[in-house]
């Protein structure tokens, strides 16, 4: 309950920061419009760029981990593959 009153005097804070921040501005309100526009659109390139990047990182991890499992894949695969050999060379008597 006291956190849901936090968050909510939070918001109200905020609300009555940017109304304020907007009543006082320097600028008329057509440049205050372009100006948080222009911001908004920065933010939304900028995030457009971090989902690229993360994207490609995600990507690398993920191929990374596919060579990885396919070695691992290999190397068990390897170590059957020579067990079977050792069994075989166990079990066949020198005479046969």
């Given at each position: 309950m006291e956190e849901d009153s936090k968050l909510s005097y939070f918001f109200l804070g905020l609300g009555l920061g940017v109304a304020a921040g907007v009543l006082f501005a320097p600028k008329s309100?057509?440049?205050?419009?372009?100006?948080?526009?222009?911001?908004?659109?920065?933010?939304?390139?900028?995030?457009?760029?971090?989902?690229?990047?993360?994207?490609?990182?995600?990507?690398?991890?993920?191929?990374?981990?596919?060579?990885?499992?396919q070695k691992h894949k290999e190397n068990l695969a390897s170590a059957v593959e020579a067990g079977k050999q050792a069994y075989r060379e166990a079990t066949t008597t020198p005479g046969d």
């Open positions: 309100g057509s440049e205050t419009r372009e100006f948080l526009r222009s911001k908004a659109e920065e933010s939304g390139d900028y995030v457009k760029q971090q989902a690229g990047n993360l994207k490609e990182s995600a990507t690398d991890v993920l191929e990374r981990s596919k060579q990885k499992i």
